[in-house]
C-alpha cells in the first residue's frame, strides 16, 4: 500500500510564496516521475509540473516562471516551490508519482488559497 502525504498548503497574499511538500509512504521499490496537479473551482484537473526520475522538468506555460519543481530521491519527496503567487492560483494542488511497476499514486491534495 502506497501513500501520499501533501502539506504546506494555506492562505496567502498574492505576491506570497509558499512551499508544497509531497512524501510517498509504504511499500516503494521505486519511483519514477514525480508530478503537481491542480484543480481550481469550477475547472478541470490540470499539469502543473512534473519531474522525472533523472530530473527532467516539464512545467505549464502558465507557471514556469514562478514555480520550481524538485525531488529528494531517498526521501521519496516531491517538492513545488510557488512565488508571486496570483489569485487565479487559487486551487487544490495534487501530488502524482508512478511507480516502477506502472501503478500511479495520487494524494488527496492541499489547498492553496490566494486572496488579500
Known amino acids: 500500500q502506497v501513500q501520499l502525504v501533501e502539506s504546506g498548503g494555506g492562505l496567502v497574499q498574492p505576491g506570497g510564496s509558499l512551499r508544497l511538500s509531497c512524501a510517498a509512504r509504504g511499500s516503494i521499490d521505486s519511483i519514477g516521475a514525480m508530478g503537481w496537479y491542480r484543480q481550481a473551482p469550477g475547472k478541470q484537473r490540470e499539469l502543473v509540473a512534473t519531474?522525472?526520475?533523472?530530473?527532467?522538468?516539464n512545467y505549464a506555460d502558465a507557471v514556469k516562471d514562478r514555480f520550481a519543481i524538485s525531488r529528494d530521491n531517498p526521501k521519496n519527496t516531491v517538492y513545488l516551490e510557488i512565488s508571486n503567487l496570483k489569485p487565479e492560483d487559487t486551487a487544490l494542488y495534487y501530488c502524482?508519482?508512478?511507480?516502477?511497476?506502472?501503478?500511479?499514486?495520487w494524494g488527496k491534495g492541499t489547498l492553496v488559497t490566494v486572496s488579500s
Open positions: 519531474i522525472s526520475r533523472g530530473y527532467r522538468l
Open positions: 502524482k508519482i508512478d511507480l516502477g511497476d506502472g501503478m500511479a499514486y
